[in-house]
């Protein structure tokens, strides 16, 4: 039956991640944003206590916890809403600072990754460390200078040692969310991406765990961004760096295939409305923002009027809040198919598309509809205008996802569709 | 709890509305608007698929229960097959479900049942104005308390069926409130005008009304003496016309995707260009976006929720955006074939630009 009410324990939780966000991102949320690389310590310790209490976040749930919680539902007749409360939480805290959400401990891309191709004994030995006493840090390496949305470009390989059973990977990794917080400031983890096999193209794809303090892995350059300065961005070599055998997530063995590889696009299916939410949660800042500015300047919006009596403003903050809750509706939808185990790519790489769109949109029109207001440090709408941009990059740029969406739509294969 | 998928009921009644729509309501659009008229037995046919009936409680003579959702859902399954055709089959909605949500108990009863026994009949009502910027909610027509009866005063626009008429529901402005009143077509000073052209909607029949001081006795006041609230029944149209939007957008789309794929150009389908999957990817999306706020809207309007008169609204400002945009690209992605009549697409073109101004002219 359709139905639009947030399940209990969601609504529980935004409460209190709600709290989190007005007290603990907005205060600091310029001083982190004008002193990029510092890291927001406070933040970061305290959401990992309330993290740890939680029993962990993830950007995809442990299966095993989720087959026993979907047998216990079974019995109580809840579906799992993993994904959604996510969706939920990550909308709340970019609400608060799209940038300190990303430092969020133990949620980032590589134990998403781990979590969704790590055999049993890679999990217990790489994600149970998220759950000690300090916070610890996760990242994914993948971009590389010369291959960004084009994975198949990448060139880092990883050859076999035989003799002592290790992965010894080599090459150059840009872009990781993250990286120094995992690997320099944590006992935490990168999940490389490399070939095991260079005439293999995307067959020979695979993701290695490297752990912090592994030598041969070192981070040479701390990115200065547009926005999300609060949060890490870093380039990573990796110079005969060696990694036990039993690091390799997936087969060892390339076949003709692009099986593994597909494996690895399907993350997306639930990293992307994610992103997507992260959008949404910037926008609902501005949004509110702009209103009630324009509510102390005595512009209200009169709903239900038509459009021809409306002032141009108010015709703007509508549609506005049109394409919000649309884009909104339709990453939660994403992410129930997710939790239903409902094949979604399309509406994975549809939600990001349309959040990305709505939040640079929402937050490029806020600044200049507050004019010399908006355009002003003393607000900090001007940085979530500078921090929205991200969102229509990461996780595939709006033309890439809308390439996927077209794909998908059209019953196209990638040779059909370039 | 969030769900996205219809019960089991709703899907059957889906399923029945969409084999209507594709069978009966689109193999007869083209005609029917070259020729400004619907054939009858096959908005009988759509009567008979019973959605209204199904909304009125039994001791109306229905067989069922008011569900905004389950109508959103059957008005965007009928609209994909032609929207004229799917006004027509819904125009009894616009007497029935006021009364139903407005009327006193004698007023259901006199004149619901009327309407729900019989074969389709055109019961209609009177909203629009006409000028630049009508407003449900600020009418021209005004109604004035006269001793024990009201007297109506001004001039409709965009009414269905009013021709052939047997009663309908005017909306007229009383002391600043939108106010409906039942009113017999061929009652004294009930002037049907001429059927207005229209650059859509031709199989639709619509007139001007003029009300030359139409007297309406107390207890032909919508919701008796003390009136109503007009705020359910304007809800109820935006999400009717909002559904009725995704669901013609959603046939313009699909109908360009094939053509996409089936059209050559340089020695590939045209949908290969990426120039137009992006088009088609941004079509594609628009339309679940908008889609997925339109059943929310409507899930507020059933489950009584604070935002659901505003939602209503935004809704059907998106849904209007969305279907101009959306008929706007599907013309343009058949080329100069997109402009000749005989593909669908020119006429959802010109349909999508009306849901910018149609108003009371659907209800669920």
Redesign the interface.
């Known amino acids: 039956?359709?139905?639009?009410?947030?399940?209990k324990p969601i609504k529980q939780m935004n409460n209190v991640v709600e709290t989190v966000a007005v007290n603990m991102m907005r205060p600091v949320s310029r001083y982190f944003d004008e002193n990029e690389h510092e890291i927001p310590w406070d933040f970061i310790n305290f959401m990992h206590t309330a993290v740890k209490s939680m029993g962990g976040i993830s950007m995809a749930p442990d299966e095993k916890k989720e087959k026993k919680k979907d047998a216990d539902k079974k019995k109580k007749k809840?579906?799992p809403?993993g994904y959604?409360r996510l969706a939920h939480m990550v909308e709340m805290l970019s609400w608060g600072d799209a940038g300190m959400y990303l430092c969020v401990p133990g949620g980032m891309l590589g134990s998403a990754a781990v979590s969704a191709a790590g055999t049993p004994e890679q999990k217990k030995r790489f994600l149970t460390r998220f759950m000690g006493d300090e916070p610890v840090f996760d990242a994914m390496a993948m971009t590389e200078p010369q291959a960004g949305s084009d994975t198949s470009a990448i060139r880092a390989t990883a050859d076999l040692d035989e003799e002592t059973n290790e992965w010894i990977l080599n090459g150059e990794k840009i872009f990781v969310t993250a990286g120094d917080k995992a690997l320099e400031q944590s006992n935490g983890f990168i999940v490389v991406w490399a070939t095991i096999d260079t005439d293999a193209g995307r067959a020979g794809m695979r993701s290695f765990v490297v752990e912090a303090g592994t030598p041969g892995c070192s981070v040479t350059k701390m990115e200065e961004k547009l926005g999300i300065r609060a949060s890490d961005t870093v380039s990573i070599v990796l110079q005969d760096c060696r990694v036990p055998y039993e690091n390799i997530l997936g087969s060892p063995t390339v076949k003709k295939t692009t099986k593994g590889f597909k494996g690895a696009m399907k993350t997306f299916d639930a990293t992307r409305p994610i992103i997507a939410a992260q959008a949404v949660g910037i926008a609902r800042a501005t949004l509110e923002l702009l209103k009630e500015e324009l509510e102390k300047n005595g512009v209200t919006i009169r709903?239900?009027?038509?459009?021809?009596?409306l002032t141009n403003i108010e015709r703007e903050v509508?549609?506005m809040?049109?394409?919000l809750?649309?884009?909104w509706?339709?990453t939660?939808?994403a992410l129930?198919?997710a939790d239903n185990k409902i094949h979604n790519p399309?509406?994975a790489s549809?939600s990001k598309?349309?959040g990305g769109d709505v939040v640079v949109k929402i937050t490029q029109k806020a600044v200049a509809l507050l004019g010399p207001l908006g355009y002003s440090r003393d607000m900090l709408l001007e940085k979530w205008f500078r921090d929205a941009k991200i969102t229509d990059l990461y996780e595939g740029t709006g033309?890439i996802n809308?390439?996927v969406?077209?794909?998908h739509?059209?019953g196209?294969r990638g040779s059909?569709?370039? | 709890?969030?769900?996205?998928?219809?019960?089991e009921e709703q899907q059957m009644l889906l399923d029945a509305i969409g084999r209507y729509a594709e069978n009966d309501l689109r193999p007869a659009a083209r005609e029917a608007d070259e020729e400004t008229h619907f054939p009858p037995n096959i908005i009988e046919k759509g009567w008979e698929m019973g959605v209204l009936q199904a909304s009125v409680p039994d001791e109306y003579f229905g067989f069922g229960e008011h569900s905004a959702?389950t109508g959103v859902l059957a008005a965007e399954a009928m609209a994909y097959g032609d929207l004229s055709g799917t006004l027509a089959v819904m125009v009894p909605n616009l007497f029935v479900l006021p009364l139903l949500f407005c009327g006193t108990e004698e007023q259901k009863q006199e004149h619901i049942p009327p309407v729900i026994e019989a074969e389709w009949k055109p019961y209609t009502a009177a909203l629009m104005e006409p000028k630049?910027?009508?407003?449900p909610?600020d009418l021209a027509t005004v109604a004035e308390a006269d001793g024990e009866d009201y007297v109506l005063r001004g001039e409709k626009a965009f009414v269905p069926f009013a021709a052939e008429a047997e009663k309908m529901i005017v909306y007229a402005n009383l002391d600043g409130e939108t106010q409906g009143f039942i009113v017999s077509a061929d009652g004294e000073g009930v002037e049907v005008g001429q059927r207005q052209k229209l650059l859509g909607l031709n199989a639709l029949p619509l007139f001007t009304v003029n009300l030359e001081s139409v007297r309406v006795p107390q207890r032909d006041r919508l919701g008796g003496p003390e009136g109503h609230d007009f705020a359910p029944i304007?809800d109820s149209s935006r999400a009717a016309l909002a559904a009725m939007a995704v669901g013609m957008s959603k046939a313009a789309f699909d109908y360009a995707?094939e053509y996409?794929?089936d059209r050559e150009v340089f020695g590939v389908k045209v949908?290969?260009k990426?120039a137009i999957?992006?088009m088609?990817?941004?079509m594609?999306?628009?339309i679940?976006?908008?889609r997925?706020?339109v059943?929310?809207a409507a899930?507020?309007l059933d489950?009584g929720q604070r935002e659901a008169?505003?939602?209503a609204?935004?809704?059907l400002?998106?849904a209007a955006?969305m279907a101009m945009m959306v008929t706007d690209r599907a013309v343009q992605i058949l080329g100069g074939h997109g402009y000749i009549r005989e593909h669908p697409v020119e006429l959802w073109m010109r349909n999508g630009r009306g849901f910018?101004t149609f108003s009371g002219l659907a209800m669920v």
């Open positions: 039956m359709i139905d639009f009410s947030p399940p809840h579906p809403i959604q709903y239900g009027t038509p459009r021809q009596k509508i549609d809040e049109v394409q809750r649309s884009a509706l339709l939660l939808k129930w198919m399309k509406e549809m598309v349309i033309q809308r390439l969406v077209a794909r739509i059209l196209y059909q569709l370039r | 709890m969030y769900s996205f998928s219809p019960t959702v630049f910027d009508f407003d909610n304007i995707v996409a794929k949908a290969q990426q999957a992006f088609i990817a941004e594609g999306t628009e679940e976006a908008i997925m706020l059943w929310e899930w507020m489950n008169s505003k939602t609204y935004l809704a400002t998106g955006n910018a």
